[in-house]
């Protein structure tokens, strides 16, 4: 079914809406514009009962289009076969409410800073988020709709961040896209703190998330709301899709939780209501006005329409040929494959397209006034959009030789200075800030009633410190960090995985990073937390030895375009030698080379020095061994050949490692690997680690032995 | 302070203490219990003032038992010079309350099936824990608790599970402990279905969490009590140290939440009181009435009677000796450190352990009769504590040569089988059961009209089920298991720490184990997942390359003694080759061996027959190749070292490994390593290993490139 409609008709409705939007419309423009408006639905439905035979409902322009992107998300997933049918039918009017009809971005400069921001929280409803991409026209064509979940196309399974323009996140994994929101929502107060004036609001968008039972149910979305609650963060809209059905049967067999109950425990303003479109953006409407964050539950039926609506059955399995004839048959849309009529193309020009133009060239005008009126914040808002850092301060902090001081409190000094020197670096740790030592002299605390401040009080809630540290990122203007103690890196370990998929570049400081930890005993001391994270892709961990190591770690993670964490010491580190940043930046050094030893040993973080003090002892003994310091191992594995052959001259056979962690994945350096491969034990640190050999003389011993 | 009392006047206490709760008592000797026991106050308020000077208050026998446990606690951290006194100062009247008043359990025999469990989720509060077990007397001495926090101490700095008699889970990392709890309440539950009969409740007891503000912000708390609510565990209790103060400052700072709605909102019965050990006693028994899981608030003061009561400032931090000894003034206690009175001692003799010892032998009365009457149950539920499982049907299950399946399919057909001759196998998976082959055809699911069913739905909660399923494996009588997609073993990773540093023997299935899984993509793709938990300690991961591997699988997991996972296909595998289940079981064995061979390949699951396939290409060009499927990389670790060097003969230079996921970890065997160690694609899955050259051709070109 392609209905063409008299262009020159479009046209003076789409002008008109237009000029409403920018200055107002006179009465009689009005009348004309609710007068062509008629004419153009009467002209479709003229246009729609011609061609369409065994027709049944007339149904609204507005309709039309959900139909015909339900369809052709649907053909998408029929094409591909493979996808979630369900939510397409079940959520498309939600997806259509906020885009159409309140979303404000600029399809021709997806990441404008300015725009409201939406997470599809439910990535697996990708298919539905193509296709609105699509008639929104930011670049899918019908023949990427067509490659969905095809090798190398623009529509993956799930929606990819930095792939696909438009997409605001990457999701999929549940629960986690309620998170960032939560971070986008953040940031966007944060910056409208920084840069707003009374007489020009440069910061002043919403920030949208759809989400499922299934993202609700995750324990991070608890600690997500429970943020945005304590932030009153009041432009965040929640948009539930809420089926009350799930991949293994209907959602009572798991859950008999009252959701709305639960997020107004946490603060949020709640709304309940039908699948219609058009009571879904009144709610989004009130939501906007509230003066709190707002859960809107959204009635919907999984799969409405086909022949196993409202079971799982229809959750993730495709329809079959009969189903989706019916099913259009219903819609009252075109039985072929990806058609869209133009009818639904000029819904979305003259809606969504045709506001977001508006509403961006506003903000262009807005942003010139505001340079001139505001240079110096101008100045500022550029350096933050563009990540441009002021790293004088940190570049010249000196580092003394037999300097002593534990890696957390170097970083602690270290933080200090590049958030005061760089407004824009906000994040604090998840209720470990003295131990970490993430606490900021010079900031306050952002709280619900000012945003002033850089650090932020994640509580006891590494996950969602994770994932929203993730939604700044996403946001831009910001960069931010996270902190707690090693071990627990494996909360908040699949918002590493996120972020690193996506490639931002935040960062985490987790101090307490050996068994040195010391009383806290197993359940506080990392072993294999190191291996989990330097086997994620495009993830870089940093184990600095010394003061010194430290403040390159820091030059390293504020130049780094992937995500890093720093891993700390508890414990006081001597500066027992000296280094450029030019070598510590290879991910491996030498420390002490010497053209006649046939032995290295490499070594990180605490264990630099150890490896020292064994060579010393053993000097003594007439045997010279080198010291490798190896902060960064990703990094010295992309290397080129001869640097890396440079660093393993020693050979396979005759290299000794030494971490205070699990030796899992040092073998490939060397035969010989001094970590900890069981759980830790509780008792002071020094005892604990001569528990573990890792004091100067057991390790002098072992690697005597070796050598000899 | 040493209060001696009159032995008589005690024994006699005693004695109408223990008759009352046996026989019960006359009118008369019901007199007599008042008269005595006001007899006794009277005395000890005598010994008590002749004793004190500077008397302020006279304290209840009750109160000063809570205020002796609190100084010797106080004691422990002062002694360890480290430790948490803000909790203890706080909690201490709700544990009073818990342990004297409530609970019921048997220090002569802590494992005791029907005891009343206890988990301490804030698991900081352990010197508390301790001085209760001490006067409790669970073999925790007075030496011991000088000895906190030290090491090899009975004492560790967080609870340790099978260290110290009396602890029922090991706990510190926040939010576990309520789960924990929630996996022991529906244990109760699901075995009082299996063997309680009308006249005979052989399980019938309470679970009890204390839990405090850092729990109930972790997200995996909601996770928890959603799924109690949902399954209505009305015995679980959940005590909440509600102290409004966390490490960094007033809890205000991160959290606005009404944690009494978020409750309700979960179905619970909720209750709040203050911080008198009577109110406390008293809410518990009414939440003991109740039909419904409760919760009670209960607002204590963190760091009561200290300096710095009420503020951060004394939650990680030890008194000083100044404030230690104004605060043992202000308790009316000794001054001397480690001194309990034997009026204290009485006081747990006369209640908590003489309840414990009248209800254990009432149970032990109850057990003979049950074996009398139903001679079959009583077998089944010997079998169920002993872990006496029946294998015959698993061991004689068959498979043939060139059969095709994939493991997951495989994996479902076999859990159906144990669980069927089993019935004491319970679990699920996290809404993926129809993804991960978990669906039991021979058992409904366990829900809260009925805990017949064998089949738990956790709901889209991972970390819940893994945390839960520990508390299934602590509570003894259940062996549980859970599954989901592997990518998101990161959710639970850890639930699967704390099981491994517990020594617990349940298991997970984890399924879409590599690319393989296709089209859903990079967030659906694991890729570091398994080297994450390979160097998890005391954690077995098992990756089997075909049906009778997938067999062997199940056979050593379910005589394993420590946690294992099974890792599964989604797609189909032939089996190309027979093996035995001993090889099997040393973690690696030879598939392909020959003499002549200088090179090997090892590989792991669908690995395993790209190895055989490319050995076979290579015999073609006359190479011959050894093929070594390792199914479990750290039972071969941990084989003698001839196995070991057996295996490896070709050297770490002629060694190549095959693994389709991160190749961290594998250098240690040899110099090449096959893997992938970017992020996955979304894409028809045979596309997708291609991509990656795990396609046959590709991969032997590569090896065959190599040994020229």
Same mark, same amino acid.
């Given at each position: 079914m392609v209905i063409k409609m008299r262009k020159e008709l479009i046209d003076r409705i789409n002008f008109l809406a237009n000029k409403k939007k920018t200055v107002g419309l006179t009465e009689e423009e009005l009348k004309e514009q609710e007068k062509l408006r008629n004419e153009y639905r009467e002209e479709f439905k003229k246009n729609f009962i011609s061609q369409v035979s065994n027709l049944r409902v007339v149904h609204s322009v507005e309709e039309n289009s959900i139909n015909e992107i339900k369809a052709l998300a649907i053909d998408e997933i029929d094409n591909a076969n493979s996808g979630h049918p369900g939510i397409v039918l079940g959520a498309a009017p939600i997806m259509y409410a906020i885009f159409n009809n309140e979303l404000n971005a600029y399809n021709k400069d997806p990441n404008w800073i300015n725009r409201d921001r939406f997470v599809l929280s439910s990535g697996h409803a990708s298919s539905l988020l193509y296709a609105f991409l699509h008639v929104c026209d930011y670049g899918v064509t019908m023949d990427d709709l067509r490659n969905f979940r095809k090798l190398g196309s623009l529509t993956p399974g799930h929606p990819e961040y930095k792939h696909t323009l438009g997409v605001d996140a990457t999701s999929g994994p549940l629960g986690q896209g309620i998170a960032m929101a939560v971070g986008m929502a953040l940031a966007e107060k944060k910056l409208a703190n920084m840069f707003n004036k009374d007489d020009i609001k440069l910061i002043d968008h919403y920030t949208y998330v759809m989400c499922g039972d299934g993202d609700l149910q995750e324990g991070i979305s608890q600690e997500a709301i429970s943020m945005a609650g304590n932030l009153n963060l009041n432009k965040l809209i929640v948009l539930y899709d809420s089926n009350s059905v799930t991949l293994d049967g209907p959602l009572s067999n798991s859950n008999a939780e009252n959701a709305l109950l639960r997020f107004k425990a946490a603060g949020f303003n709640t709304m309940e209501c039908d699948d219609d479109y058009n009571n879904i953006t009144a709610c989004i409407e009130l939501a906007k006005k509230s003066d709190k964050p707002t859960i809107i539950e959204v009635k919907t039926i999984i799969g409405? =329409?086909?022949?196993?609506?409202?079971?799982?059955?229809?959750? =993730?399995s495709c329809l079959d040929k009969e189903d989706i004839a019916s099913l259009k048959e219903k819609l009252n849309v075109s039985k072929e494959a990806f058609n869209v009529s133009d009818i639904t193309y000029n819904d979305f020009a003259s809606n969504f397209i045709a506001r977001g133009k508006v509403k961006y060239e506003e903000w262009q005008t807005l942003l010139n006034e505001y340079s001139k009126k505001y240079p110096e914040e101008y100045n500022l808002f550029n350096k933050a959009l563009n990540r441009e850092l002021d790293l004088n301060n940190l570049e010249n902090y000196n580092c003394e030789l037999n300097a002593k001081s534990a890696t957390r409190n170097v970083s602690g000094k270290l933080l200090n200075i590049v958030t005061k020197d760089n407004p824009f670096i906000i994040g604090g740790s998840a209720d470990v800030a003295s131990s970490v030592k993430t606490s900021l002299s010079h900031s306050t605390h952002i709280n619900r009633d000012s945003f002033e401040g850089q650090t932020i009080n994640y509580g006891i809630r590494e996950f969602a410190m994770g994932a929203i540290n993730n939604g700044i990122a996403l946001h831009g203007g910001l960069i931010s960090f996270g902190g707690t103690f090693f071990v627990f890196s494996d909360y908040l370990k699949p918002a590493l995985r996120l972020s690193s998929l996506m490639g931002l570049n935040n960062f985490m400081l987790f101090s307490h990073d050996s068994v040195a930890v010391g009383e806290d005993g197993p359940t506080h001391q990392p072993i294999e937390q190191l291996a989990a994270l330097r086997s994620l892709p495009n993830y870089t961990c940093i184990r600095p030895c010394n003061e010194e190591e430290t403040k390159y770690a820091y030059m390293y993670t504020l130049n780094a375009t992937n995500p890093t964490c720093i891993i700390l010491t508890r414990q006081d580190l001597l500066t027992l030698h000296k280094s450029k940043y030019e070598d510590f930046a290879k991910g491996a050094y030498y420390v002490i080379s010497n053209d006649n030893s046939e032995y290295s040993i490499i070594a990180t973080g605490s264990e630099v020095n150890l490896a020292i003090e064994v060579a010393n002892k053993l000097k003594e003994d007439n045997i010279s061994v080198n010291v490798i310091s190896m902060p960064m191992m990703d990094v010295f594995d992309k290397q080129d050949e001869e640097y890396r052959n440079y660093i393993l001259k020693s050979g396979h056979d005759r290299i000794i490692t030494l971490e205070m962690l699990s030796t899992y994945g040092w073998g490939k350096y060397g035969k010989y690997n001094f970590g900890i491969d069981e759980f830790g034990k509780s008792g002071k640190a020094s005892a604990v680690i001569e528990s573990f050999g890792f004091d100067t003389n057991s390790m002098y011993e072992k690697i005597k032995n070796i050598i000899k």
């Open positions: 409405k =329409g086909s022949v196993n609506e409202g079971t799982c059955k229809v959750h =993730g």
